[in-house]
């Protein structure tokens, strides 16, 4: 019905840049907000970044400044720079959208793309 795909993960070196894209697509009628989880290995997934619909962003203390979060239409994107070995996680998008045939709003996740932080 609804499908978030992320691209944009890879290899990176410390102190580099990597910009990840989140597509949504399906029966989507509105948009309430979109953001960033990510789960680094071992540990639990952990909140990163969000933009609502009206275009306020907040960030994860260990990733302001570094992270950018922003969209366009259905689309969500994190540009991140001075990447740490420490970012390195499954980059997970999420999204509270409405769908045709239901007024309440529903999360949605994408199956992640991992960004590797390493020399």
Do not use: H
């Amino acid at each position: 019905q609804v499908q978030l795909v992320e691209s944009g993960g890879g290899l990176v070196q410390p102190g580099g840049s990597q910009r990840l894209s989140c597509a949504a697509s399906g029966s989507i009628t509105s948009i309430n907000a979109m953001g960033w989880y990510r789960q680094a290995p071992g540990k639990e997934r952990d909140f990163v970044a969000t933009i609502t619909n009206g275009g306020t962003t907040i960030y994860a203390d260990s990733v302001k400044g570094r992270f950018t979060i922003s969209r366009d239409k259905n689309t969500v994107f994190l540009q991140m720079i001075s990447l740490k070995p420490e970012d390195t996680a499954v980059y997970y998008c999420n999204a509270d959208l409405k769908v045709v045939g239901s007024p309440r709003g529903m999360y949605f996740w994408g199956k992640g793309t991992l960004v590797t932080v390493s020399s």
